[in-house]
């Protein structure tokens, strides 16, 4: 049977889904230095180093392998860092004074170690570990200068070669092994990162695709031909922020030389505000040919909203507007929405009487209004984001830019009108983007 060396691994130090990386260097170093312990026992032993260090050895492998244990199966290894790191600072000590100080594997063991212990700590106690391992080598090493005849030197050359050799391939193995672990941890990390990667390219595609449909199916219910309302002239631009958006509008023949324009702005962008549009739209259809005034329009709205859907809590600007070219008038109710403009004579006149906006837990009012709409005439509806649009300093492009746009300029027919604001308030922007849908309905009475 072919040995899995990375499972074999993992089934000793712990699965990336069991523990965080930390927690499997604490469980491969507790375990390594449990067997550094047994191997330092059997050289000492070996070598007849000393009954203090071979007996020190063999202590040290049996707490380390505690250690192991606990965290492993226990999973206590958040607290046994301290004592793990203070273990190793008296090995270190004990190593310096009984094998040879300077001339001993001391400090090979110290570096290999404390480089894997550091790894164990945030940055913050890593610093503190560091500085406590230098503290206590330079102590070593003053020592070592000052007091050398505590050190018990080796008791021949062969005996230092031997034990600086074990050392060397001791160490060169934990330093492997934490190379090891690192890159291996890293290609798990980038494994991850890829299928997370290729996950979220795919949920994109996918959503992309949705409102690539939702995207038609929003351009399906909004009307394209307006050749059947004449003599009204129709020059409309819908821009959503994103590929669907949360403006609706309506425009309906009613018979008996009436249209009716119903323009709503519901709150939110994007996924969210196009769904409340088509519930919007579904409720408006139910009764756009049903009541005769505009306020009893949105005062149908409110209660739907308010009631039905109450728990859904949509609220939206709406502006129902009817204009009889018989008569030459149009009659309007708002709710929330802002000012409208009526252009007569190149004179501007605000559409306004506002109610409040659709589907407000408290109640509203509704009332209809009469202005004269003669030829000539022209209106403008839109929503919000037209004076929302900002540019690169935080400055909105407001009513009071587009009142004067279209007070000190003389404007053509209604399709050049549009397209003069849509130029104005893009120079505006300049290159912020728009950070809410606009629609804006131009009608000229010609």
């Not at 230098?134 to 050398?148: D, E, K, R, V």
């Not at 009526?342 to 006149?349: A, G, P």
Request: proline residues 3%.
């Amino acid at each position: 049977m072919k040995l899995n060396l990375s499972n074999l691994f993992q089934t000793i130090v712990g699965k990336p889904d069991e523990f965080t990386l930390k927690h499997r260097l604490f469980n491969a170093y507790s375990l390594f230095c449990s067997l550094f312990g047994l191997i330092a026992f059997i050289t000492n032993y070996s070598l007849n180093l000393g009954t203090i260090i071979t007996l020190y050895s063999i202590s040290y492998c049996i707490i380390n392998l505690f250690f192991f244990i606990l965290s492993r199966k226990q999973r206590y290894y958040r607290i046994l860092k301290i004592p793990f790191i203070s273990l190793l600072t008296i090995t270190i000590v004990v190593n310096w004074m009984t094998n040879a100080g300077i001339y001993g594997p001391t400090l090979y063991f110290a570096f290999a170690m404390v480089i894997g212990s550091i790894a164990l700590f945030e940055k913050r106690d890593g610093i503190i570990v560091t500085v406590i391992f230098i503290i206590a080598i330079l102590t070593l090493f003053s020592i070592h200068l000052y007091y050398p005849e505590l050190i018990i030197p080796y008791t021949s050359k062969t005996v230092q070669i031997l034990d600086l050799l074990i050392t060397y391939l001791l160490t060169l193995i934990v330093a492997s092994f934490l190379i090891v672990t690192l890159m291996k941890n890293y290609d798990e990390k980038t494994q991850a990162l890829e299928v997370a990667h290729e996950n979220v390219n795919n949920a994109y595609k996918l959503i992309k695709d949705n409102l690539i449909v939702a995207k038609e199916i929003q351009s399906k219910i909004l009307p394209k031909n307006f050749e059947e309302f004449k003599p009204l002239l129709f020059h409309i631009s819908y821009i959503p922020q994103m590929e669907i958006g949360g403006d609706l509008y309506d425009i309906h023949n009613l018979g008996k030389n009436k249209t009716r324009i119903f323009l709503a702005d519901a709150t939110g962008h994007g996924i969210q505000a196009s769904l409340l549009t088509m519930l919007i739209k579904s409720e408006y259809e139910k009764i756009k040919n049903v009541l005769q005034m505009p306020h009893l329009i949105l005062d149908s709205m409110n209660k739907t909203f308010t009631t039905i859907y109450k728990s859904l809590k949509i609220y939206f600007t709406a502006i129902t507007l009817d204009i009889n070219t018989q008569s030459n008038e149009i009659i309007y109710s708002i709710g929330g929405h802002p000012a409208q403009l009526l252009v007569r004579d190149n004179q501007i006149e605000l559409i306004d009487d506002r109610g409040k906006a659709i589907g407000l837990p408290f109640p509203s009012t509704y009332n209809s209004f009469k202005k004269n709409f003669n030829k000539k005439d022209k209106l403008l509806l839109f929503t919000d984001g037209l004076f929302e649009a900002s540019n690169n300093k935080n400055e909105r492009y407001g009513e009071e830019r587009l009142l004067a746009l279209m007070e000190n300029n003389s404007l053509g027919n209604i399709a050049s009108t549009v397209n003069t604001i849509l130029i104005n308030v893009s120079t505006f922007m300049g290159n912020e983007k728009s950070q809410d849908d606009t629609t804006i309905i131009g009608v000229e009475f010609n």
